[in-house]
């Protein structure tokens, strides 16, 4: 089984409906923007409640793994620059992406999502780096190479194309809408190098 590291782990095995969720919610209030909630429940229900609550407050469902009776359910809070305006002006449509990627150019993608989001589901060959991580690590990039910056929604990758503009890098693009609309491959614990 794939280890998915969790910003908190949260203990609601043995509870049922609704306390996964009730339990789920004051943590997630107590929780950072951007951080990742793995919740342990026993409720074979709680894989619909919380997935349909997480969606309903805004919060960002990434998936469930099975571990004999326990459920692991892996949620992101949201985090408000996702409601930020985007700034970076080299920008690319998913779709120019994909056929970069299909016609084997020989360019970086890079996932700025947390390493959690990233594990569930990612381009295939795409390098992640969290956007929190970038200052630290942009050295392991590439400058000479088209770089494509993804999220989940553009946002997280516009900062990070501002970062790596600032650092040098100057062929950049951010890549939108991002990973929330992605339809090309993809890899990862729900995928194994098939459609989404």
Known sequence: M???NADVILDAKGLACPMPIVKT???MNELAPGKV???QATDKGSKADIRAWAESVGHQYLGTLEDGEILKHFLRKSASEETEVK????VVQNDELQKKIESNES???LDVREA???AF???PEAISIPLGELDERADELQKEKEIFVVCRTGNRSDMAAQKLKEKGFDKVFNVIPGMSE???QLEGVNHKGGQQ
């Open 2 to 4: 794939s280890k998915i």
């Open 25 to 27: 919610k004051k943590e």
């Open 182 to 184: 992605w339809t090309g």
């Open 37 to 39: 909630l793995e919740v």
């Open 121 to 123: 589901n990612h381009i």
């Open 87 to 90: 700034e970076y002006p080299y």
């Open 116 to 118: 959690a989001e990233y």
């Open 107 to 109: 360019i970086i993608v």
